[in-house]
T-cell receptor, first 110, second 114 residues
Framework: LAKTTQPISMDSYEGQEVNITCSHN???????ITWYQQFPSQGPRFIIQ???TKVKNEVASLFIPADRKSSTLSLPRVSLSDTAVYYC???????????FGTGTRLKVLA | DVKVTQSSRYLVKRTGEKVFLECVQD?????MFWYRQDPGLGLRLIYF???????EKGDIPEGYSVSREKKERFSLILESASTNQTSMYLC?????????????FGAGTRLSVL
């Protein structure tokens, strides 16, 4: 069964770049890896997804190496409003179930 | 914009009560999911449904059942609520496109079982 591992928490200062890495084994071969952001008392919301190499959108970048055993979310120049929990979501290769990890609690300090 | 609406933000129930949590989505999505979220445990999948009247067990289905009579509505049922089911419950929906599946979540229902 696939398992995701992320750091439990990270602290950063405003204006810094933050990288959050998620390790995931036994993931579905052809599926994209998706990242979500969750604020307190809200449901998670989609940030970015990718399959291999690097993708970028207006809020984040995502790097996935060729072996797809990990993915790294990069948030450029974070602000206080980026304080949230971040989850990666791959899919298990055997059961095809989506596997949320425990998430990474990012705290951005002034 | 996709909208996933959960019927209640907060619920307080007593042990042994039958509890219904309702979820409605307005984007004609085939897939719908129920998760529970507990501190330190992240999101855990209870059940999901990929079509009307279809359901699949997730990782923690014990003590729960689901109903999907209409495409837009997915109900989570606690047959006899227990205190260990006190949690945040999140509903999500997605299209059936398997490779780029994006789940859209509701705001959650915080259930307290006393």
């Amino acid at each position: 069964l696939a398992k995701t591992t992320q750091p439990i928490s990270m602290d950063s200062y405003e204006g810094q770049e933050v990288n959050i890495t998620c390790s995931h084994n036994n993931i579905a071969t052809n599926d994209y890896i998706t990242w979500y952001q969750q604020f307190p008392s809200q449901g998670p919301r989609f940030i970015i997804q990718g399959y291999k190499t690097k993708v970028k959108n207006e809020v984040a970048s995502l790097f996935i190496p060729a072996d797809r055993k990990s993915s790294t979310l990069s948030l450029p120049r974070v602000s206080l409003s980026d304080t949230a929990v971040y989850y990666c979501l791959p899919r298990d290769s055997g059961t095809y179930k989506y596997i949320f990890g425990t998430g990474t609690r990012l705290k951005v300090l002034a | 914009d996709v909208k996933v609406t959960q019927s209640s933000r907060y619920l307080v129930k007593r042990t042994g009560e039958k509890v219904f949590l309702e979820c409605v989505q307005d984007m004609d999505h085939e897939n719908m999911f129920w998760y529970r979220q507990d501190p330190g445990l992240g999101l855990r999948l209870i059940y999901f449904s990929y079509d009307v009247k279809m359901k699949e067990k997730g990782d923690i289905p014990e003590g729960y059942s689901v109903s999907r009579e209409k495409k837009e509505r997915f109900s989570l049922i606690l047959e006899s609520a227990s205190t260990n089911q006190t949690s945040m419950y999140l509903c999500a929906s997605s299209t059936p496109t398997s490779r780029k599946n994006i789940q859209y979540f509701g705001a959650g229902t915080r259930l307290s079982v006393l």
